[in-house]
C-alpha cells in the first residue's frame, strides 16, 4: 500500500511533486478540509505555512510521521503537542539565504547612497547635490547566525562592511562573524551597530528582543534592517526613536500584523521602508522550494536520513 502525502495549500498548488506522485498517493486539502485528509496520512506538506489548520487538525493526525513547511521559519507551526510528539518536521532552509541576503545589501546601499531622496527630488525637478555614505567600514550587527544570517554576513564583508552576529550564546573565531554577542547582552553591545539587521527565528528567546532599551543604547543615526518576523521588533519603541531621529532609518520586510494595517503610522514614516513580506521571494521561489521538498519526499520514502531536521524544543534547525 502507497503512503500517503498530504498537501496544505490556499488554492496556490505545487508544481515539480510529479517524482512524488510516483511513490505515494497524494491528496490535496485547504485548512478546512485537513482534517479529513490528514486521517491515515503519512507524511505532510505545509505548502500554505502560515497556516493555523495542522493544530485545528491535530486529533486527526495520529499516523503522521513527518511535515515539511515550505519556509524557512516554523513559529507558525509550532504547538505544544507538536513538540511533544514523534513527528518530524523539516523546513525549507537553504532557498532563501541568498536572496534576502542580497536585499538587505539594497536596503543598506539605498540608505548610504540616500536613494529614497533621489527619487523625491527628480519626481520635484530639483538639482540638488549632495554627499552620500561610504558603506565600507560601517557594522553591521546580525542577529541570527543561521544559514540566512551567515549569507548576509558573506556579502556585506565582501563589500567591506564589518560584522559581528548575535545569537543564543557568546563565542569569538566564527568565520562568518568573528564575534557573536549573546542575545541576552544585546542591550550592551548594540552600540556598535550601524547597522542593526534582525533575521533571527521567532522563538520565545528571540520574542520582543529589540525593545525600547535596546533601540536606545543604538548609536545615533544607526538604522534597523528586518528581514526575520516582525515579532522581534517592538515597532512602536522604533516608531518613538524614529520620531526623535535617534534611529535614522528602518527597512521593514515583516510585521506583527501582516498585512500592515492602513493605519499604522509606520507607513507615514520619514526614512521607513516598508516591503511586504517579500525579502527571500526572488525569481522561481516557488519551484525551488518544491525542489527541496521534493529530495527530502525521495530520502523519507527511501528510509535515508531528512535534511533540515528542525529541534522543535529550539525551533530552528541545529
Known amino acids: 500500500m502507497a503512503p500517503v502525502l498530504v498537501v496544505l495549500h490556499a488554492g496556490d498548488l505545487p508544481d515539480g511533486l510529479e517524482s512524488v506522485a510516483e511513490v505515494a498517493d497524494v491528496r490535496y486539502a485547504t485548512a478546512d478540509t485537513l482534517a479529513d485528509a490528514v486521517d491515515g496520512a503519512d507524511a505532510l506538506l505545509l505548502w500554505d505555512f502560515f497556516s493555523p489548520a495542522v493544530e485545528s487538525a491535530w486529533p486527526r493526525c495520529g499516523s503522521l ?11 507558525s507551526l509550532m504547538f505544544d503537542e507538536l513538540v511533544e510528539s514523534d513527528v518530524v518536521v523539516t523546513n525549507s532552509r537553504g532557498v532563501f539565504d541568498r536572496p534576502i541576503a542580497e536585499f538587505v545589501l539594497a536596503q543598506i546601499l539605498a540608505f548610504a547612497k540616500d536613494s529614497e531622496r533621489s527619487r523625491a527630488l527628480q519626481q520635484s525637478k530639483i538639482w540638488q547635490h549632495r554627499e552620500t555614505e561610504r558603506i565600507d567600514g560601517a557594522h553591521a550587527m546580525i542577529v541570527g547566525t543561521g544559514a540566512i544570517g551567515r549569507a548576509i554576513a558573506t556579502l556585506l564583508s565582501a563589500v567591506g562592511m564589518s560584522i559581528s552576529g548575535v545569537g543564543r550564546t557568546a563565542r569569538e573565531g566564527d568565520g562568518d562573524f568573528g564575534t557573536v554577542y549573546a542575545s541576552d547582552d544585546l542591550v550592551d553591545e548594540v552600540a556598535r551597530a550601524d547597522y542593526l539587521v534582525l533575521v533571527a527565528p521567532l522563538t520565545e528567546q528571540t520574542r520582543g528582543l529589540v525593545d525600547d ?10 538604522r534597523v534592517i528586518n528581514v526575520g518576523r516582525g515579532e522581534l521588533l517592538d515597532t ?7 520620531g526623535s531621529g535617534h534611529i535614522t532609518g528602518a527597512a521593514l520586510d515583516v510585521f506583527e500584523t501582516e498585512p500592515l494595517p492602513a493605519d499604522h ?3 507615514t514614516a520619514e526614512n521607513v521602508v516598508l ?4 525579502s527571500g521571494d526572488a525569481s522561481g521561489w516557488k519551484q525551488r522550494l518544491a525542489e527541496v521538498f521534493a529530495d527530502n519526499a525521495r530520502r523519507y520514502f527511501r528510509g535515508e536520513p531528512l535534511l533540515n531536521v528542525v529541534n522543535k524544543r529550539l525551533g530552528f534547525v541545529v
Do not use: N
Open 65 to 75: 510521521k513527518w511535515i515539511h513547511i515550505a519556509a524557512a521559519g516554523v513559529d
Open 213 to 222: 532599551s535596546v533601540l536606545a543604547a543604538m548609536k545615533p543615526g544607526a
Open 265 to 267: 503610522p509606520l507607513w
Open 236 to 242: 512602536e519603541a522604533l516608531s518613538k526613536h524614529l
Open 275 to 278: 516591503t511586504p513580506h517579500m
